[in-house]
Nanobody, 126 residues
């Protein structure tokens, strides 16, 4: 099975940028659909972005135009570029992967993912 490790979070001022990464081991991540989710204190985990095996991308309305998901197959890694960050983007960001997601409507549901990383903290100061 695949193991996922996130890194690249941190503390940034509003308007700044970060690029969390999701590095995989044990399996080739290109064979998986990958999603990014986030969870703020006291809130439920929410979908942020997803990328299909061929590279189709999906975004939550709240991050469209600011976040970009991408794959680096040579590094077996998926990135989430975070631009124009806002205080409300503060959360723990998790990546998740699954081999059975095929429909775009399924990317936003955490229950469709079997494999999860431990998360990386993103804090945006206003």
């Amino acid at each position: 099975q695949v193991q996922l490790v996130e890194s690249g979070g941190g503390l940034v001022q509003a308007g700044g940028s970060l690029r969390p990464s999701c590095a995989a081991s044990g399996r080739t991540l290109n064979n998986y659909a990958v999603g990014w989710f986030r969870q703020a204190p006291g809130k439920e985990r929410e979908f942020v972005s997803g990328i299909s095996r061929p590279g189709n991308t999906y975004y939550a309305d709240s991050v469209k135009g600011r976040f970009t998901i991408s794959r680096d197959n040579a590094r077996n890694t998926v990135y989430l570029q975070l631009n124009s960050l806002k205080a409300e983007d503060t959360a723990v960001y998790f990546c998740a992967a699954d081999t059975t997601i095929y429909y775009s409507s399924n990317y936003g549901s955490a229950g469709h993912y079997d494999y999860w990383g431990q998360g990386t903290q993103v804090t945006v100061s206003s």
